[in-house]
């Protein structure tokens, strides 16, 4: 059996220290490459060391799990939430079937999670999974403002604060970034309008939903238009013109 390389990011010493020596008991299995506190330092790391296992916590202070990876952009390995979440996040976990361990990490756990490790789950799995998990944390925590992209090359985890805007492309849909970066999503818009609903998105036109935020000012004339903070323009339906006037 080949073993697997690991890297721990957590906030908590201690939490790290519990679970390296969990990890020891099993070091058949599992060698760990390292571990880091500071998410900046973790986020170096897992660029650095390409571990195939990442242990990662969901609440750390600056920069919480989702908001790393979205920062690391494809990953190889495969990730293990760790989480001090309540029952109702621990239940949408479960139901997800996303890898987890509560903390502190229980040794019959670590074995459970591990076993699971052995099936490499597919890239489409995954992210189908990903984002049932983030609904039903969203439910809990509004705050959580990330969602998760799937793309032909890879799964990106996106702040919704950075999106201007989504256009439809038959079964796929362009985002529109404030870095100006192309991203192609293989959802389509009716898909995208359910994972960012009550996240600041209104649907002007059949081809397009808007981050209200990013709007500078509507174009009188029929049909009406939107020009964006970039400078891009985005035509309202006319069924939709006042819907859109009442959100302001």
Excluded at 148 to 168: C, G, K, N, W, Y
């Amino acid at each position: 059996m080949e073993r697997h390389r690991a890297l721990i990011i957590d906030d908590e010493v201690g939490s790290i220290k519990a679970l390296e020596w969990e990890l020891k008991l099993v070091e058949e299995q599992v060698e760990l490459v390292g571990s880091a506190t500071d998410p900046e330092k973790g986020l170096r790391l897992l660029q650095e060391l390409k571990p195939d296992l990442l242990f990662l916590d969901i609440e750390m202070p600056g920069m919480n799990g989702f908001e790393l990876l979205e920062r690391a952009g494809p990953i190889d390995g495969q990730v293990i939430f760790t989480t001090a979440y309540d029952k109702f996040a621990v239940r949408a976990f479960e139901v997800s079937a996303l890898d987890y361990l509560l903390k502190p990490v229980d040794e019959g756990e670590l074995a459970r999670v591990l076993q699971k490790v052995q099936a490499t789950q597919g890239q489409e799995d995954f992210q189908r999974k990903l984002e049932f998990l983030l609904g039903e944390l969203r439910q809990k925590d509004p705050d959580l403002r990330t969602i998760v992209v799937p793309t032909t090359e890879s799964l990106e985890f996106i702040s919704v604060d950075t999106i201007s805007r989504f256009e439809a492309e038959s079964n796929y849909t362009r985002i529109h970034l404030t870095d100006g970066r192309p991203l192609l999503m293989s959802r389509t818009l009716k898909h995208v309008e359910t994972m960012v609903e009550g996240m600041g998105f209104f649907r002007v036109h059949n081809s397009h939903l808007v981050n209200v935020r990013f709007i500078k000012r509507m174009l009188r004339g029929d049909p009406a238009c939107l020009v964006m903070q970039d400078g891009s323009t985005v035509p309202v339906s006319r069924g939709r013109k006042g819907d859109l006037l009442e959100r302001f």
